[in-house]
């Protein structure tokens, strides 16, 4: 079973910032925190990962909270593109179990 | 980001037949490949880890005589699916790792359909 918990829907305004929130209260000291994105049909998007710092990139940034038991993935300004199944992961370098994820929706 | 292809995109056989489908890290090296399988409306179930010269690692409740897993080489893991029934048609997913970032990359897809 997934170890990362997340809820199953979530509404976004087009041009505002997304916020997707991920609890993972298990993780162990080394594992990354990973966000995938799956949009209909197609393989899951590697979104970005990090371990105790706050990451950003061209995509997303993500923001750990200090004890590491939950994250927030932030899309700063949603577009109708960004509509998709968004997925919490903990883990390192081993096999990835996919939990349920976030189904985000981009209103127009 | 690095770039994971999938062979084919989309297969229709008949009951019976095999179909092989080809996963390929394109830019980097990938000693792991996974491969997953996905039903409608669902998500996506390990079912295989697949080692660079060594034999697959199967996840519970999946036959490894029924989905053959090859990874000869650092680029290339294969999944045939032998004597493919209807219940076997899915939407099929590889992931390679990539050791220097610890990331999972993911192939498009291969959609198999049974008659």
């Known amino acids: 079973d997934a170890k990362t918990t997340q809820p199953t829907s979530m509404d976004c305004a087009e041009g505002r910032a997304a916020n997707l929130p991920c609890n993972h209260s298990t993780i162990s000291g080394n594992e990354y925190v990973y966000w995938y994105r799956q949009i209909h049909s197609q393989g899951p998007q590697y979104i970005i990962h990090g371990l105790k710092n706050n990451e950003t990139n061209e995509m997303a940034s993500l923001i750990i909270t200090e004890d590491r038991k939950s994250s927030t993935l932030i899309l700063p300004h949603a577009t109708l593109r960004d509509t998709a199944v968004y997925y919490c992961?903990?883990?390192?370098?081993?096999?990835?179990?996919f939990g349920k994820g976030t189904r985000l929706h981009i209103l127009p | 980001g690095a770039v994971v292809s999938q062979h084919p995109s989309r297969v229709i056989c008949k009951s019976g037949t095999s179909v092989k489908i080809e996963c390929r890290s394109l830019d980097f090296q990938a000693t792991t490949m996974f491969w997953y399988r996905q039903f409608p409306k669902q998500s996506l179930m390990l079912m295989a880890t697949?080692?660079?010269?060594?034999?697959?690692?199967?996840e519970q409740g999946v036959e490894k005589d029924k989905f053959l897993i090859n990874h000869a080489s650092l680029t290339l893991s294969t999944l045939t699916v032998t004597s493919a029934h209807p219940e076997d048609s899915s939407f099929y997913i590889c992931?390679?790792?990539?050791?220097?970032?610890?990331?999972?990359?993911f192939g498009p897809g291969t959609r198999l359909t049974v008659l």
């Open positions: 992931s390679a790792f990539m050791g220097g970032t610890d990331t999972q990359y």
């Open positions: 697949s080692n660079e010269g060594s034999k697959a690692t199967y």
């Open positions: 992961i903990d883990g390192r370098d081993d096999k990835i179990i």
